[in-house]
């Protein structure tokens, strides 16, 4: 039983991460389509 509601825990958390890291990317695009229209130029690497 417990390690039923471990797995459970973890693929939660997993789905979690994955959440978080679509608002991320989300979040950089929007930045850098700020970065670009806005006074200040994007460093080119």
Known sequence: ???NILRFNNLE???NLEGVR???HTLLEVLDKAVA???IRPRTS
């Open 22 to 24: 679509q608002h991320l």
């Open 37 to 39: 229209h806005g006074p």
């Open 1 to 3: 039983m417990g390690l």
């Open 13 to 15: 958390v997993l789905e």
